[in-house]
């Protein structure tokens, strides 16, 4: 079974900071570019970060300078780092592989991010 597992969701308040987990299982994240992507009531689904097989980072304007995302391939494992946390930061967050213009083959189930005082 191929499968992307997200995890490390939840609820925190403006300014706080969560660290996402894609995990795969049944297969090597090594040679695949990893994105992340975010979809929020009423909005269309945006791409947020993408990293590709060789470390290089790319994000979405409203997240520089406050996510980082990165990999740990020995882990099977991609990261994202969200400092600094907005209410509009609120949103299901799925990992995708790949990323990029390349279509996506595979999604998680998604983590839930709340924002919130």
């Known amino acids: 079974q191929l499968q992307l597992v997200e995890s490390g969701g939840g609820l925190v308040q403006p300014g706080g900071s969560l660290r996402l987990s894609c995990t795969a299982s049944?297969?090597?994240?090594?040679?695949?570019?990893i994105g992340w992507f975010r979809q929020a009531p009423g909005k269309e689904r945006e791409g947020v970060s993408c990293?590709?097989?060789?470390?290089?980072?790319a994000y979405e304007d409203v997240v520089k300078g406050r996510f980082t995302i990165s990999r740990d391939n020995a882990k099977n494992t991609v990261y994202l780092q969200m400092n600094r946390l907005k209410p509009e930061d609120t949103a299901v967050y799925h990992c995708?592989?790949?990323?990029?213009?390349?279509?996506?083959?595979?999604w998680g189930q998604g983590t839930q991010v709340t924002v919130s005082s």
């Open positions: 995708s592989l790949p990323c990029g213009a390349a279509p996506v083959e595979y």
């Open positions: 049944g297969f090597s994240l090594d040679d695949y570019s």
């Open positions: 990293i590709s097989s060789s470390g290089s980072a």
